[in-house]
């Protein structure tokens, strides 16, 4: 029997991490196989992501929009790790971050409708069954990045954070057709993880 696949999306600090552990804890004790993962990935095109991210190496929109959709395309591909294999062998697939996350930042830059297209028609991406978006207040996000990171990445200035959330809210009103549940994570690790309980068991 085919697994589900979960996505968390959130503003960096909203706790996807915290939950996503929590998530995959409650459901393993409940006799289901679950694989945590995430993007950028481990594969190669992820160590390029990252180095971007941090600001190492400088890349356009267009390349970095380019970068994740190869990224991508590996993530649900490969035969050994893949999204679809894993699937296909009744894991449940918990990933932090997914094409959401593209649409939010590279579409601040590029058309939207653009990469829409580039991601929802590529037929090796796959649609994910549910969309959980942990959602805070851009001065929440940034207070929790200040006490827990060294520094930041190039998406993480308070003012970038605020276009991104803006930009999320756009994109889940495009995407109208996916299940995507939006949950108050300003709140604290218990209530947050309660509503998420009643949305995917």
């Not at 590279?106 to 939207?112: E, P």
Request: glycine share 8%; charged share 30%; hydrophobic share 40%.
């Amino acid at each position: 029997m085919p697994g589900k696949f979960i996505v968390f999306e959130g503003l960096d600090g909203s706790g996807k991490g915290t939950q996503i552990s929590r998530l995959a804890a409650e459901l393993s004790a409940r006799g289901e196989k679950v694989h945590l993962t995430c993007e950028p990935t481990q594969y190669a095109t992820g160590g390029l992501i990252r180095d971007a991210l941090a600001g190492i190496a400088k890349r356009t929109p267009s390349e970095m929009a380019g970068l994740f959709l190869a990224d991508r395309i590996a993530h649900c591909e490969n035969p050994a790790d893949g999204i679809k294999s894993l699937l296909e062998r009744g894991y449940t697939v918990i990933c932090d971050r997914y094409y959401y996350s593209s649409l939010a930042y590279q579409g601040m830059d590029l058309g939207l409708e653009w990469l829409i297209k580039a991601n929802l028609e590529c037929p090796a991406i796959l649609k994910p069954d549910l969309c959980i978006f942990l959602d805070v207040p851009t001065d929440t996000a940034d207070d929790r990045i200040s006490k827990g990171r060294a520094s930041r990445e190039i998406f993480e200035e308070k003012e970038t954070i605020e276009r991104v959330r803006k930009q999320y809210f756009k994109v889940f009103e495009k995407l109208s057709g996916h299940n995507i549940r939006v949950i108050n994570a300003a709140r604290s690790p218990e209530e947050v993880f309660e509503d998420i309980l009643k949305i995917v068991i």
